[in-house]
């Protein structure tokens, strides 16, 4: 089946992610991604985490279609067909999950799309589970490196209303929403790891 997109940063980031997803993620229940662009990510975690379930989600038809086709070629039972949720639309089109998953969207959409995931994810999580966030960010007291510099300039340039967010300001939105936390990892590529859990 064709249509399987590849991203160059999965290779390097997907499992120093999933590192951290083993510390956090329930022992049983659902997963879902946000922004499972194609979906490489998914299909590795699902591989990796046989005893858990995962939705796949993105707002573009294109990556869909990816995941769908990455999901067939590793014939993976423990992935759901891909669902169309667009972060900022409330309420979304999932009930419930277990726990949400957002990898490099926040910096690359509207505010409102972060502001979208947390009022959902609030809505569709139990008590004590967890949202967790990966992606570069600008902190308080942490020089941002030149590559992210660049790289927030490069995202002003295509689009007005993206570019990196500043950790305080996703923090302060997400205790507004009803999330404690937040517990931050370093990671490879001046990136970091964020897991709120839902109060
Ligand atoms: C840089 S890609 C990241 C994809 C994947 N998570 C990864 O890390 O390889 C950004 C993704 O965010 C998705 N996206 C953009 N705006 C969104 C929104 N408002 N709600 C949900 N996803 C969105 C795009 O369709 C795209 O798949």
Not at 71 to 95: C, F, K, S, Y
Request: hydrophobic residues 45%.
């Amino acid at each position: 089946m064709s249509g399987r997109l590849r991203y160059t940063a999965t290779e390097r980031n997907r499992d120093p992610i999933l590192d951290v997803l083993r510390g956090i993620l329930p022992a049983r229940g659902l997963v879902l991604e946000i922004a499972s662009g194609s979906g490489e990510h998914i299909v590795h975690f699902a591989r990796h985490l046989p005893h858990l379930d995962f939705q796949p989600s993105d707002p573009e038809a294109t990556a869909r279609g990816s995941i769908a086709a990455w999901t067939a070629h590793e014939g993976l039972a423990n992935v759901r067909a891909p669902i169309e949720i667009d972060a900022a639309q409330i309420p979304w089109t999932i009930a419930a999950a277990d726990a949400v998953l957002c990898i490099n969207m926040i910096h690359i959409s509207p505010w409102a799309a972060t502001q979208g995931l947390m009022r959902n994810a609030v809505a569709i999580l139990p008590a004590g589970a967890p949202l967790y966030l990966y992606g570069p960010y600008v902190r308080a007291g942490v020089k941002t490196a030149p590559s992210n510099q660049a790289f927030d300039a490069d995202l002003r340039r295509r689009n007005p209303d993206w570019g990196l967010r500043d950790l305080a300001d996703v923090v302060a939105l997400a205790a507004s929403e009803g999330f404690g936390g937040p517990v931050v990892t370093e990671m490879p590529a001046n990136n970091i790891s964020v897991v709120f859990r839902r109060i």
